[in-house]
Nanobody, 125 residues
Framework: QVQLVESGGGLVQAGGSLRLSCAAS????????MGWFRQAPGKEREFVAA????????DYADSVKGRFTISRDNAKNMIYLQMNSLKPEDTANYYC??????????????????WGKGTLVTVSP
């Protein structure tokens, strides 16, 4: 089992920044690629970003490219999502996820085995 706990959500004005964190525990952290997803009220969950086990490979949804940056600190068992130039449409619950295959995070999220409970990001106009 992998336990994931997100933090860092909150209320921010459009154009502002937030950094989300996800603390992992349980299995060996470097065995897993990690990702962020989000789900807005009344909408389906969507992929945001992913990072490979060693951190050398990253992938982003088109909607956040150039504004969001995913990173990980394997010594601390942490991943982060730096969100800049936030827009009201970024408002959502943001979830951390763990999966051994980084490709599957974006292409087959239904198969991702481990999820956090989420942290709410609200961007006001």
């Amino acid at each position: 089992q992998v336990q994931l706990v997100e933090s860092g959500g909150g209320l921010v004005q459009a154009g502002g920044s937030l950094r989300l964190s996800c603390a992992a525990s349980g299995r060996t952290f470097t065995d897993y690629a990690m990702g962020w997803f989000r789900q807005a009220p009344g909408k389906e969950r969507e992929f945001v970003a992913a990072i490979s086990r060693g951190g050398s490979m990253t992938d982003y949804a088109d909607s956040v490219k150039g504004r969001f940056t995913i990173s990980r600190d394997n010594a601390k068992n942490m991943i982060y999502l730096q969100m800049n130039s936030l827009k009201p449409e970024d408002t959502a619950n943001y979830y951390c996820a763990a999966e051994k295959d980084v490709i599957k995070i974006a292409t087959f999220p239904e198969g991702v085995p481990y999820w956090g409970k989420g942290t709410l990001v609200t961007v006001s106009p």
